[in-house]
T-cell receptor, first 113, second 112 residues
Framework: DTEVTQTPKHLVMGMTNKKSLKCEQHMGHRAMYWYKQKAKKPPELMFVYSYEKLSINESVPSRFSPECPNSSLLNLHLHALQPEDSALYLC????????????FGPGTRLLVL | GENVEQHPSTLSVQEGDSAVIKCTYSDSASNYFPWYKQELGKGPQLIIDIRSNVGEKKDQRIAVTLNKTAKHFSLHITETQPEDSAVYFCAASIRGADGLTFGKGTHLIIQP
């Protein structure tokens, strides 16, 4: 089973709202990722967690706040977003030991009004 | 950082013909090269990958070749079918468990 699940599938929020995106995997992977994908563009890396610790933060604005409560869960907390933050947010995971093969979830499509 | 170039941006082929998508990378330290297929409204799906100690890998109708000297790798799809229509992304990674750098994507259209 190589499934990564993400909730919600769709999210509409105002610029003053606070919301969270959730990601879950039960493959025993110890690395988890957040990517942002704009329409007709490739995914862009936002954050990397390795063994529940933030290892890479690609200069993402502080209005995006990641959290890894345990090895199976990854959250992305959203606050005071801008309309240009509207995008597909993808979660992925990989085994840290072999590292490379990343499995993606279906994404959360976010619209900021 | 790593930079991945992908060509063409759009590729239209007749059903049953072969399709080839090419990528180049900039950092010689990159050692892992996956290919993803993304259908409309879905997340990227891994279809094949190759590591830098291998020159070619094949899985049924799909193959990937890697030329480390020239720093380029290619995806080959034979006997294309309508369900192959999607956007394909190549990617490169310098170190395991780090993020991937993606090419800009190729929209593959299979004409019936």
């Amino acid at each position: 089973d190589t499934e990564v699940t993400q909730t919600p599938k769709h999210l509409v929020m105002g610029m003053t709202n606070k919301k969270s995106l959730k990601c879950e995997q039960h493959m025993g992977h110890r690395a988890m990722y957040w990517y942002k994908q704009k329409a007709k563009k490739p995914p862009e890396l936002m954050f990397v967690y390795s063994y529940e610790k933030l290892s890479i933060n690609e200069s993402v604005p502080s209005r995006f706040s990641p959290e890894c409560p345990n090895s199976s869960l990854l959250n992305l907390h959203l606050h005071a977003l801008q309309p240009e933050d509207s995008a597909l947010y993808l979660c992925a995971s990989s085994q840290v030991a072999s590292g490379e093969t990343q499995y993606f979830g279906p994404g959360t499509r976010l619209l900021v009004l | 950082g790593e930079n991945v170039e992908q060509h063409p941006s759009t590729l239209s082929v007749q059903e049953g013909d072969s399709a080839v998508i090419k990528c180049t990378y900039s950092d010689s330290a990159s050692n892992y090269f996956p290919w993803y297929k993304q259908e409309l409204g879905k997340g990227p799906q891994l279809i094949i990958d190759i590591r830098s100690n291998v020159g070619e890998k094949k899985d049924q109708r799909i193959a990937v070749t890697l030329n480390k000297t020239a720093k380029h790798f290619s995806l080959h799809i034979t006997e294309t079918q309508p369900e192959d229509s999607a956007v394909y992304f190549c990617a490169a990674s310098i170190r395991g468990a780090d993020g991937l750098t993606f090419g800009k994507g190729t929209h593959l259209i299979i004409q019936p």
